[in-house]
């Protein structure tokens, strides 16, 4: 089993910049594709930002682009999300999420392993 730890959420007013770390102890990390994804309150768990095992590939949801970029360290064993310019909206639970041996995908349900989320919430 793989354990996922969040950290990094916060309040923070509109406009400022905040950096969410996901930490795991598997050594097999960089076999894993890695994601990021935020559950606003009511809403559904959204896709924010993917990457590959390498860290070659990144992705991010069509609102996101811009603003959110992810990141890792395999000699680490992180995944980052550095938000910019945070808005009101995004408010939410920030999930860390790992997928193993296939590459990054949007889809929540392809994911393997999960977090317990980090709160973000973004004053105005």
């Known amino acids: 089993q793989v354990q996922l730890v969040e950290s990094g959420g916060g309040l923070v007013q509109a406009g400022g910049s905040l950096r969410l770390s996901c930490a795991t102890s598997d050594r097999t990390f960089s076999r894993y594709a890695m994601a990021w994804f935020r559950q606003a309150p009511g809403k559904e768990r959204a896709f924010v930002a993917a990457i590959s095992g390498s860290g070659m590939y990144t992705y991010y949801g069509d609102s996101m682009k811009g603003r959110f970029t992810i990141s890792r360290d395999n000699a680490k064993n992180m995944v980052y999300l550095q938000i910019n310019s945070l808005k009101p909206e995004d408010t939410g639970v920030y999930y860390c999420?790992?997928?193993?041996?296939?590459?990054?995908?949007?889809?929540?349900?392809?994911?393997?392993?999960w977090g317990q989320g980090t709160q973000v919430t973004v004053s105005e």
């Open positions: 999420a790992a997928r193993r041996l296939y590459g990054a995908t949007m889809a929540t349900a392809l994911y393997d392993y």
